[in-house]
């Protein structure tokens, strides 16, 4: 072990490491959302493809961020935060030049997943590198600033893409996450150069996550196909199922018996954190999945440009932003659990009024909604990492972290190409249903 330290910054160093650590995390997250705005534009431009061919490559990003995390916290430990937050967003960099000058959906998808591994990477040490540069008594403000960072792509993502896919073309998008990773490289590396820290060699589980990657990859890869491949019809979907039945429990076992896992199983025998997890999970699925099914139809049912579709999410920013500083003040005098059931409550009612916004509506008439959920948005994170991270400290609760978030982005990923399942299955009924309401046909053809 190798030690080596230096201190804080300060004064408008501090403010300028602010700003540029939360742009190279603004950016990550940011083309996690805003590529949905663009995904109609890709689809016409590579290939003339499927709509659905496409949000492979927000799913599969999303995947590859979710195991770019574990991997991120190891590389950290051997060759420090800064050395590989700057080598990964060389990579994002990279990545995103290679998908700009795309030409097939295939090149465009490998592209994505490079570039969603290389951000995932970057998850774990922003966070950890911001943390490090505050002082005790201000962490709490590092984290309320992480949050906003966090809500992003749900907030100023869509409606910037959108611009973007109707003013400049879908592939700016790209070109403008080379020049802006590359200011981020350059930036990091001048504040932070010669900085300090505490070199280990820590025994890295590639068995767990290649199996793990072999279930997510496996799972995602299930759920994009099946509609456009007919599911259990088509050999290369059997035998994708097939591994992923024969890896998941080989995983179980692997990771009880491993001293580093890559995934500590062991974290879901405290209540608290497999109850967090789970409502973590089933939030950012069904968040996920419903706001992107919501994008990509305000285009391509009601005819909303890209930018209009975005703009009908920007709401959520109004009062997302604030809540989420107003949550963290709260989860110190209220039982989180209260306040966790309380936000799921008024995510129903504000999903079942947004379910209730059809083609004669005016623009007008989705923004209260989604002003709504910018409010419950905002307060989703704070009251359930609180609650997963009760009792939990030290290395445990970096794990735990690590775990939530890997999990989180997962559920997110999975949640997207769910919902278009249901939407996809569902479809005939409806256009039967409303057939018989207008006197045609009782029987589907």
């Not at 920007?314 to 709260?330: D, T």
């Not at 916004?357 to 909604?369: A, E, G, K, M, N």
């Not at 290395?395 to 997207?416: C, P």
Request: aromatic letters at 14%.
């Amino acid at each position: 072990m190798q030690a080596m330290f230096s201190k804080p910054l300060r004064g408008w160093h501090f403010i300028l490491f602010n700003i540029t650590l939360g742009l190279g995390h603004i950016l990550v997250m940011f083309n996690a959302g805003s590529y949905v705005a663009l995904l109609p534009h890709v689809a016409g431009d590579l290939e003339g493809v499927l709509p659905s061919f496409l949000t492979w490559a927000q799913t599969d990003f999303m995947i590859a961020l979710a195991l770019g995390i574990p991997i991120g916290r190891t590389l950290s430990d051997r060759y420090g935060n800064t050395r590989v937050f700057v080598v990964a967003f060389l990579l994002y960099a990279l990545a995103s030049y290679i998908g700009a000058i795309s030409q097939t959906h295939w090149e465009f998808l490998n592209a994505r997943i490079v570039q969603g591994f290389a951000g995932g990477l970057t998850i774990f040490l922003s966070q950890d590198m911001l943390l490090k540069e505050y002082p005790d008594r201000l962490k709490s403000m590092g984290l309320a600033i992480w949050g906003l960072f966090t809500i992003s792509p749900f907030t100023i993502g869509l409606p910037v893409g959108g611009w973007i896919a109707d003013d400049l073309g879908w592939r700016y998008l790209f070109y403008m996450d080379v020049v802006l990773s590359l200011v981020v490289v350059g930036f990091m590396s001048s504040l932070l150069y010669g900085r300090g820290f505490t070199r280990q060699r820590i025994r890295f589980d590639f068995v767990g996550f290649f199996l793990l990657a072999v279930i997510l990859g496996g799972i995602q890869t299930l759920l994009n196909m099946g509609n456009d491949f007919d599911w259990l019809d088509s050999p290369f979907l059997r035998g994708v199922l097939i591994v992923v039945i024969v890896a998941l429990p080989c995983f179980i076992l692997w990771e009880f018996g491993e001293r580093q896992p890559i995934l500590d199983l062991r974290l879901f025998a405290d209540r608290n954190f497999t109850i967090g997890v789970i409502c973590l999970v089933v939030g950012f699925f069904s968040i996920q999945g419903l706001l992107t099914l919501l994008i990509v139809q305000l285009q391509l049912l009601m005819g909303y440009s890209s930018l209009l579709a975005g703009m009908a999410l920007l709401p959520m920013v109004l009062l997302g932003a604030p809540m989420i500083a107003v949550m963290h003040e709260l989860s110190k005098r209220f039982d989180v659990r209260m306040l966790a059931s309380l936000n799921f409550l008024g995510f129903a009612v504000t999903l079942y009024w947004i379910g209730q916004y059809d083609d004669p509506h005016s623009f007008d008439q989705i923004f209260w909604p989604m002003l709504l959920e910018g409010l419950f948005l905002g307060s989703f994170f704070t009251p359930l990492t609180v609650l997963m991270l009760h009792r939990l400290s030290g290395v445990q609760m970096i794990r735990a972290a690590e775990t939530a978030n890997l999990l989180r982005i997962s559920a997110g990923a999975f949640g997207i190409t769910c919902q278009e399942v249901v939407h996809f299955r569902r479809l005939p009924f409806h256009q039967l249903h409303l057939a018989n309401h207008f006197g045609g046909r009782q029987f589907a053809s």
